[in-house]
């Protein structure tokens, strides 16, 4: 199983960044994804999740209408754009994967739910 998360960098405030995350190696159609994200000293947090159908994304009220999640199932896919980026949205970024997900359940935005991590992507808003 890999997840190989891309796109971070560094970017001034009001910017934009497009992070990828690529799976392989598991049913990627049958899992929900999710994004979450760690900054330094703190502990890991939701950013966004999106169900195996890729209906009713789900957000933390931080990044709620700036971080649109989206998935490719035939490219095995998800991504999130990240519009209007503040300073306090720098951190390292993760792509997640809850392998076995039911299809008709809303993706869960708790990090024990989901079984594979990518190896993250650092993205930092500068002021």
């Known amino acids: 199983v890999q997840l190989q998360a891309s796109g971070g960098g560094l970017v001034q405030a009001g910017g934009s960044l497009r992070l990828a995350c690529a799976a392989s190696?598991?049913?990627?159609?049958?899992?929900?994804m999710g994004w979450f994200r760690q900054a330094p000293g703190k502990e890991r947090e939701f950013v966004a999740a999106?169900?195996?159908?890729?209906?009713?994304?789900v957000y933390a009220d931080s990044v709620k209408g700036r971080f649109p999640i989206s998935r490719d199932n035939a490219k095995k896919s998800v991504s999130l754009e990240m519009d209007s980026l503040k300073p306090e949205d720098t951190a390292v970024y993760y792509c997640?994967?809850?392998?076995?997900?039911?299809?008709?359940?809303?993706?869960?935005?708790?990090?024990?739910?989901?079984?594979?991590w990518g190896q993250g992507t650092q993205v930092t808003v500068s002021s």
């Open positions: 190696g598991y049913t990627f159609g049958r899992s929900a």
């Open positions: 999106i169900s195996r159908s890729g209906r009713s994304p």
């Open positions: 997640a994967a809850e392998p076995r997900a039911i299809l008709t359940r809303a993706p869960r935005s708790h990090p024990t739910f989901y079984d594979y």
